[in-house]
DNA sequence: TCTTGACTTAAAGTCAGGTTTAAGTTGTAT
DNA sequence: ATACAACTTAAACCTGACTTTAAGTCAAGA
């Protein structure tokens, strides 16, 4: 099965003009063209371009995306980099996470914070709740909201 | 205990032309000036800016910030407004970090992917492993990534 | 008082990641 | 053979979030 540049935007949940941009920026070298210069989608480039936006959502750049597929036509011979660059992003993903765990116990405390001025009709009463009054799981992203 | 622009961004580490440009969008109403002109920040302002942070780190854009920022200036009348704002904002960290469990997945199989080309020496080994042969973990991930 | 560093503003510049436009070509269906 | 949708390119435009620049003002120490 082949396909046209909008049937595989269609397919991967893209633009078309994305896929032209991808391609204008050198991340799309394994599309070939049909005699009339037609690009022509095949289904292994379907899995590249899923690389692309598995790459994408790990905050990679473009650019640096476009070095990783350059590796790959390269062939065998950068294995090695390529493990390093897939271990490294891996880390910074699972740092993307903490992080985003950290930000959803700001919120929850949040939640909390409205869920009792809404109880009480005003922001008077989690604002100025003692230490003790705070349930303990908001202790400590409490203190840290205000500062060391 | 207050301070200037460049005190500020320096404690909650941002650049001064940072402050300066969330003033200007409306971020920052609660920043007052002195006499001539030069913003004041006050210790709770740190708590304000410290929300901000958090709120962008949800990928929040600045004009939504503001909105919420502007709310709660108006005081407890919009608290169930903010209230649902806060609990949207939840959910959608929520999904991010599922989705990016996702994409940790997706890694882990390239991980393992070039490890094993790497002790073989081509990719051609762990592209062309039979479904049999996947670790199980992987074979899930390898089903998404070829397409169904 | 004078110097100096940090502040002020408006406006322009930057960057990533596209999207849109304009003019022209390809390929399929009738 | 012709129509027409979908393709092609280069170049301009867009958005969000800043950053930089230029010209000028404020405030604290010597």
Known sequence: MIYTVGEMAKRIGVAPSTLRY????????????????????????????????????????????RAFILMAMEGDSTIDERLELIIRQREAVAQQIADLQETLAMLDFKKW????????????????????????????????????
């Open 22 to 65: 991808y391609d204008k920026e050198g991340l799309l070298p394994f599309v070939e063209r049909s005699e009339g210069g037609i690009r022509v989608f095949k289904e292994t480039d379907y899995e590249w371009l899923q690389v692309i936006e598995c790459l994408k959502k790990t905050g990679m750049q473009l650019k640096d995306i």
């Open 113 to 148: 914070y409205y869920e009792t001025a809404k109880a009480h009709g005003t922001t008077d009463v989690p604002r100025n709740i003692t230490l003790e009054e705070l349930p303990e799981e908001f202790r400590e992203v409490r203190r840290k909201l205000r500062g060391k």
